[in-house]
């Protein structure tokens, strides 16, 4: 699971591009992290009903293709030669496994606050130093809704307007985005039509992840976003975490070569599973 929402829309111009009869859509973005501020560019390629977005949130190991026709999303790892196809009944699987632990992580939340110092110490330690027992007894915590804000004014990214949203849970603002009209992006009506197809996807697997997510401290906002007409060209992280943002570089409408969209070959296959 990444931290970065799959709002991250970003391609690299540097990609190469074979000359085509029919226009593609390439976008490149700039990731910031706190321990980052030179930022990394994150690729985006969009073309025939798929989305490739290289370099997801800034690691060059990690990148997602989206199936429109399939709604799929493959996660693949080029660190491990992996890659982990993610369809709706996978995380259904998945989703049954957490509410069957709830119960368990409820009552061990519950526990959590009454540890001295040193036992604190002692199980993150047991844990191997990579689980907090403060996220854990926070996942234990009721999800509160996240909801779209229009914010007053608009801005503009990379010389194109944006109107400014805010994401609010409970009352505390988690982050901001910046939604473009594609049309202004001069984004083909069937590359948009493959983004909405991600943004609804992403809609249902957010409702269904939220507790596997909020188990090792990742927040997945439920949002309405097939709601939501635009495509976010600014994402700034305003939670505590303070992850970081993605700018709009440039928007570029060219030819992607078809290979560009495809799995790397000798990469093994690897099955979403909860229970590692």
């Known amino acids: 699971m990444q931290k970065h929402t799959v709002l991250s829309l970003a391609i690299s111009a540097s990609l190469l591009l074979t000359p085509l009869a029919k226009a593609d859509s390439v ?26 977005v290289k370099g997801a ?14 709604e799929s999303l493959v996660v693949i790892d080029h660190h491990k030669r992996t890659f982990m196809p993610l369809d709706e009944q996978q995380v259904n699987r998945i989703a049954q496994q957490t509410e069957d ?13 009454k540890l001295s110092p040193k036992q ?15 996220k854990i007894a926070k996942a234990a915590e009721p999800a509160k809704p996240a909801n779209l804000v229009k914010m ?3 801005k503009t990214v990379a010389g194109i307007a944006c109107q400014p949203m805010n994401v609010i849970q409970g009352s505390k603002p988690l982050a901001e985005l910046c939604l473009a009209d594609p049309a202004a992006m001069k984004i083909p009506s069937d590359d948009y039509a493959t983004i909405r197809s991600l943004f609804n996807f992403s809609e249902r697997l957010a409702a269904k992840t939220q507790g596997l ?10 949002l309405a976003l ?16 303070n992850l970081g943002s993605m700018t709009l570089s440039r928007t570029i409408t060219s030819a992607v070569a078809a290979d560009r969209m495809k799995l790397p070959e000798g990469y093994r296959s690897e099955q979403l599973n909860f229970w590692k």
Not at 27 to 51: A, S, Y
Not at 121 to 134: A, C, N, Q, R
Not at 213 to 222: T, V
């Open 57 to 70: 949130g800034g690691d060059a190991n990690l990148d997602f293709l989206y199936s429109r026709a399939q």
């Open 152 to 154: 007053g004014g608009g």
């Open 27 to 52: 976008l490149e973005f700039l990731v910031k992290e706190t321990h980052d501020p030179t930022g990394k560019t994150q690729p985006v390629l969009i073309k025939d009903g798929q989305i490739m």
């Open 213 to 222: 997510a909020g188990q090792f401290g990742i927040k997945i906002p439920n």
């Open 101 to 113: 632990v709830q119960p368990l992580l409820q009552g061990l939340g519950q526990q959590i606050g």
């Open 226 to 241: 097939r709601e939501v007409f635009g495509i976010p060209i600014e994402v700034r992280d305003l939670s505590d975490e």
């Open 120 to 134: 604190r110490e002692k199980w993150e330690s047991m844990l191997g130093g990579k689980v907090s027992l403060d």
